[in-house]
């Protein structure tokens, strides 16, 4: 079974700019979570989507965004890019939300490192 | 306020030594998680807890819920060991708070 992929791996823009990520997660997963890594913050949660709806957020501002397909693929954009965003951007899949312990097993992609010049 | 501490931030042990890592956190938990990320990024889950001890191969992982309080063990330690390893808490749906992760180094 294939894993968790993300496109692009890599990513350089400039301030100013939008970036939209995409995550692809395990078939059969239908919760996609998305996260931020940076030296300083360490890793930081963004937000859930399961069943195309965003189900949490983490403290981010609204240049922030989401969404979920109905095949489960997820994306994540970010606007009007600051050179704070530069980062590691990982997404993870699990296969369903609360519940049973199992369900919420997180799988993580690789991560896409966006730089913002 | 990250409400997850780990200790140490850095680690480095001989081969063949015992390691523990430990985690702490403040507020209720759904469940506890443990994750190892080496150099490249690539993370890898390695225990969700929600009580009690759990065991993979080497790696041990216990938690003490009156306590909120988790410890992650590696038995035998191993230069591959070398990684990052982070412990969340996770609450409400898949929401998590991470701590800022032990660096291990194990030197052969």
């Known amino acids: 079974k294939a894993g968790v992929t993300q496109t692009p791996r890599y990513l350089i823009k400039t301030r100013g700019q939008q970036v939209t990520l995409s995550c692809s997660p395990i078939s059969g997963h239908r919760s996609v979570s998305w996260y931020q890594q940076t030296p300083g913050q360490g890793l930081q949660f963004l937000f859930e989507y399961f069943s195309e709806t965003q189900r949490n957020k983490g403290n981010f501002p609204g240049r922030f965004s989401g969404r979920q397909f109905s095949n489960s693929r997820s994306e994540m954009n970010v606007s009007t890019l600051e050179l704070g965003d530069s980062a590691l951007y990982l997404c993870?899949?699990?296969?369903?939300?609360?519940?049973?312990?199992?369900?919420?097993?997180?799988?993580f992609g690789p991560g896409t490192r966006l730089t913002v010049l | 306020k990250n409400e997850v501490e780990q200790s140490p931030q850095n680690l480095t042990a001989q081969e063949g030594e015992f390691i523990t890592i430990n985690c702490s956190y403040s507020v209720g938990i759904s469940a506890l998680h443990w994750l190892q990320q080496h150099p490249g990024g690539g993370i890898v889950s390695l225990f969700m807890l929600s009580s009690g001890k759990k065991k993979h191969g080497r790696l041990i992982a216990t938690i003490n819920i009156q306590e909120k309080h988790s410890s992650l063990h590696i038995t035998a330690s191993h230069p591959r060991d070398s990684a990052v390893y982070i412990c969340a808490r996770r609450e409400g749906g898949n929401q998590f708070y991470f701590g800022t992760g032990t660096s291990l180094t194990v030197i052969p």
């Open positions: 993870a899949s699990s296969l369903a939300r609360g519940g049973r312990a199992l369900y919420n097993e997180q799988f």
